[in-house]
């Protein structure tokens, strides 16, 4: 079974609106990464948690961390055709983990209708 | 800063031709790792290195080989290629905090 199930899959927002895709772990967490990729592009860094209860923000995305829950959501408000691509989530699952070794959801796809 | 590179940026190969990706850095990280990207399984770990000289194996090492004579280069070796070996290949790179991992651009390669 996957460790690491990000949803949903897909996902088609009309511009403007706001959006939400979560991630969620079978096992511990030890701290979570968000990436996006462009279609043929290589990973950009979004941002990364550690602590429950954790929220960061760039520009118009957030994320949060629930450790409790094991899951990390992140939310797009007033989306733009920008935002388009792929969100993956990578989370480290064991102590003293760090940034070099992800075990990584399989992605969600959003495609923003202008 | 170039960052993390890699070359070539797309390969087609003959099942059994082995070739080598290319992946460097510029930016003294000690950790490297190679991962390949396939449609419906996302992104996998096939092996690691925590400095010159250590290499370890991740979640899918069979069939490729590392070495780590640098800081700089972390190359990753096809003996044999396969064509289940087809995939998008990303090198990426942190530094010893492991905070943060800064991609390269992929490497497509076939394998027909």
């Known amino acids: 079974s996957q460790e690491l199930e990000q949803s949903p899959q897909s996902l088609i927002v009309q511009e403007g609106k706001n959006l939400t895709i979560n991630c969620t772990s079978s096992k511990t967490l030890y701290g979570l990464y968000w990436y996006k990729q462009k279609y043929g592009e290589g990973l950009i860094f979004l941002m990364m948690?550690?602590?429950?209860?954790e929220e960061k923000s760039h520009e118009k995305i957030t994320a949060k961390l629930d450790e409790k829950k094991q899951q990390s959501s992140l939310h797009i408000t007033a989306s733009q055709p920008s935002h388009a691509g792929i969100y993956l989530c990578g989370a480290v699952l064991y102590s003293g983990g760090g940034a070099d070794g992800l075990t990584f959801g399989k992605g969600t796809h959003l495609i923003i209708q202008p | 800063n170039a960052g993390v590179t890699q070359t070539p940026k797309f390969q087609v190969l003959k099942t059994g031709q082995s070739m080598t990706l290319q992946c460097a850095q510029d930016?003294?990280?000690?950790?490297m790792s190679w991962y390949r990207q396939d449609p419906g399984m996302g992104l996998r770990l096939i092996h690691y290195s925590v400095g010159a000289g250590i290499t370890d194996q991740g979640e899918v090492p069979n069939g490729y080989n590392v070495s780590r004579s640098t800081t700089e280069d972390f190359p990753l070796r096809l003996l044999s290629a396969a064509p289940s070996q087809t995939s998008v290949y990303f090198c990426?790179?942190?530094?010893?905090?492991?905070?943060?991992?800064?991609f390269g651009p992929g490497t497509r390669l076939l394998v027909l």
């Open positions: 990426a790179s942190s530094d010893s905090g492991r905070r943060t991992q800064y």
């Open positions: 930016m003294n990280h000690e950790y």
């Open positions: 948690l550690q602590k429950g209860g």
